[in-house]
């Protein structure tokens, strides 16, 4: 049975409507915390960062409300990229930890990620009973007026967070001699990202760091490529780096302009950690990966299994197989030596410092040539229609006419209204035929 609330990556839509209230913004926080709550731990804390969307200001009000409602303890340390959430709720020993953000999509639309204590996202089955304590009366979860939570807003989230990333590589590691391309989407890493690598010694060119609530992935960052692209064109920079909305994706662009997704990134980061003997158990792709990358990592003799597609699906097969790399193409990459989600930042750190020996991100992140790929994204009024019998036959045709020549995947998208049709094979032509026959089925 499908979740009520809850997609493929936390909770997601459109502002001011469904889901996206202030009103279900305090149910959400009074149903969550409760359900932290009664994990029997000794203080009752729960920490809340949020991206820079306009939407912010009137949800995260909201849910502060519900958790103090029920007797929760609130520090909110504003705009933060979620790992840096995931990262503190552990440091801090909190119960729980909340990112106010709808990723990669517009400024109209907004949502949440809940993490537990481990500071992991949660299982389909802790959502379920998130979902029925939302559905519950509220007054089963309102605690005695004395026993009301309290809030502070900590300042130096950021500061903390970068701290933490630091310690992961050797104190004398810094970027000196490298000129790079930011693009912070004008999103969560707008502050940390840019101190970071200046802090590191890099020459950094920084772009969408000016955030005003409304301009978040605005024709910039990992979903716009193209502008970090030009960039390091103009400014014949080393390499270009560019993250989503809350700065748990990354894409690159090397120092001629190809860009760089998280497939390549992937095959890097495997051959590299399989030579220096830090690689546990293989890779973990999803059903997107691209089927070079599964032939490369199988010429490298590196195990490589699919998830479905999500980064916290990926994050549960690594736990249960005892792997610690994984992503997706779009660039959710999780480090499971050093990170428990996708944090572009983080992977950024460990590609620069393979880079900053002078090799060339060219050399560096060409690792395999991709397999000719087509995805097209469908918006549609109900994803239900995925179901319906001319969809499933025309699904079946296609795969019939690609046979053993590629891969064909249709899937409902878990945070957007949108059917997503993708065909991988040599053939360009093999791949149209197919896209356009399920396309019609669909339109």
Known sequence: MKNKYFGTDGIRGTVNTGNITGEKFFKFGLASGTFFKN???????????????????????????????????????GPLPTNGLAMLTKLMKANMGIMITASHNPYFDNGLKLFGPDGMKLSDKIEKKIEKLIDDKNTKQLTNPKFLGRVKRLEDANDKYINILKRNFPKNFNLKGLKIVLDCANGACYKAAPKLLNELGAKVISIGIEPNGININDKCGSTYPSKIKSAVKKFKANVGIAFDGDADRIIMCDEKGKIIDGDQIIAMLARRWKSKKILKGGVIGTLMSNLSLENFLKSEKIKFHRSKVGDRYVKEKMKKLNFNLGGEQSGHIILGKFATTGDGLLVALEVLFSLRKGKKASDLLSVFKPMPQVLENLSVKNKEIINSTKCKNAIKKAMKIMGHNGRVLVRKSGTEPKIRIMAESKNKILIMKCINLIKKSIS
């Open 39 to 77: 994990q029997k731990r000794n203080k009752q804390i729960a920490v809340i960062a949020k991206d820079t969307r306009l939407s912010g200001y009137t949800l995260e009000p909201a849910l502060v409300s519900g958790l103090v409602s029920g007797g929760m303890h609130v520090f909110t340390l």
